[in-house]
């Protein structure tokens, strides 16, 4: 938009507010607000409208309805779209934020049990607007729209490194708390290097069962390009990756063997040396270094620690494939210590919670962290940097 379309516009928005007063101002607010969203995608795609330059990258793809809450009322707005690229607009970034933040909050009030009239006076307090019962349970219904959508999405781009990981949450199911599994995947986007959440799944069944599940979704999702999967030694895990995926290789978690480790040796005071050693060997410059050393130890170990030194034998080459891969990668493909911290956000929304009273209720408050911290990842910076 050039100089004089601005000043034009400007002009008949300002003809319009003196000629109708402030009953128009909302509308020249969302006449306001679209337009700017328009300038915004033009310089985010270095072109205007039907405009031919080198500079272009992408192309303008229509809009997007959006109702937006105001201090003035709701606004209805149009969205510019953007075919292929990531984009949003800036103008209406921060109100977007804190409609997700609401909707969070939303969701893990009805996990509380806390009733509708209730939900309402607090959205209120945080939105300073009054919203009714009825929108209350919209925004409730369009949530789960959303985490659902955001679940089951298409996977379009290679993921050399995905990690797996499972906590357990406490849920209510014919009459008795039980154990429910909450399994999650992350992956490591090889066009842009950043982590993207994969997938996330709940369930009471058996465990091979649900890690199948769980990969077989993934497979049907068009997850491709995987190099190598990173986990601690789940049950069920090892039996369900190698029939959804029997050709990728497998990392055991270090962080995780060191504390296994301890758990072979017959004196407590010898744990912290068991777990050096340990360190010791996954420090080691290359396989050959470390298989040389992982010897040694094992023969150390032979008398004071048999059952340990039979344990490291067995099981070390586990924890050793991420020498296959590039340097520059290693450290943070050794340890499921992405998924760790995940893990602690996790809980600390859960534990508010304490019992869930259904599993659906679980699932959706797990899934709204994992999307707000997904959606954090994709706009930070790269975890790694691919050669492409």
């Given amino acids: 938009m050039n100089h004089t379309q601005k000043d034009t516009l400007l002009e008949s928005m300002m003809e319009a ?48 309805p959006k109702h937006y809450q105001t201090q003035i009322g709701e606004l209805a707005l149009s969205i510019p779209q953007v075919r292929g690229l990531s984009f949003y607009p800036r103008s209406i970034e921060k109100g977007n934020r804190s409609e997700r933040a609401l909707k969070l909050a939303i969701a893990e009030m009805y996990v509380m049990g806390v009733s509708t009239r209730k939900v309402t006076k607090i959205t209120e307090q945080l939105c ?47 009459g008795v708390v039980r154990d429910m599994a909450v399994l999650i995947a992350i992956g490591v986007n090889k066009q842009t290097g950043k982590r993207e959440i994969l997938a996330v799944s709940t369930s009471l069944s058996e465990a091979e069962v649900h890690w199948r599940e769980l ?20 049950c069920g895990l090892k039996a369900a990756r190698k029939h959804v995926f029997p050709s990728v290789p497998w990392q055991r978690c270090q962080f995780h063997m060191q504390q296994n480790a301890q758990q072979y040796v017959p004196k407590v005071t010898m744990r912290k040396q068991v777990a050096e050693s340990v360190r010791n060997i996954f420090n080691a410059p290359d396989k050959d270094s470390a298989m040389m050393l992982n010897q040694k130890i094992c023969l150390e ?3 004071s620690a048999p059952e340990f030194s039979n344990w490291l034998e067995n099981n070390i080459e586990e924890g050793l494939t991420f020498f296959q891969f590039p340097k520059a990668h290693r450290n943070k ?53 691919f050669d492409h």
């Fill in 128 to 174: 300073g607007l009054e919203i009714s019962s009825t929108q209350v349970s919209r925004l409730s219904s369009q949530l789960d729209e959303t985490l659902t959508a955001f679940r089951e999405r298409p996977l379009e781009s290679e993921y050399p490194y995905v990690y797996l990981d499972a906590r357990y949450e406490k849920v209510r199911h014919g």
């Fill in 215 to 234: 990969l077989s979704g993934l497979s049907e999702r068009g997850l491709k390009g995987v190099e190598l999967f990173i986990s601690d030694d789940h």
């Fill in 17 to 64: 507010l003196i000629s109708q007063g402030p009953d128009f101002f909302r509308e020249m607010l969302t006449l306001m607000f679209n337009e700017a969203m328009k300038i915004e995608r033009s310089e985010f795609l270095k072109a205007g409208p039907y405009e031919r330059t080198e500079q272009r990258q992408g192309h303008a793809n229509g809009f997007k």
């Fill in 301 to 303: 170990y032979r008398e």
């Fill in 333 to 385: 493909i050794r340890t499921v210590n992405p998924l760790e911290r995940i893990n602690k956000e996790i809980k600390r929304r859960t534990r508010v919670a304490g019992i869930f009273p259904n599993q659906e209720s679980c699932l959706r408050l797990v899934s709204a962290v994992l999307c707000e911290i997904h959606d954090s990842w994709i706009v930070g910076k790269a975890y790694l940097i």
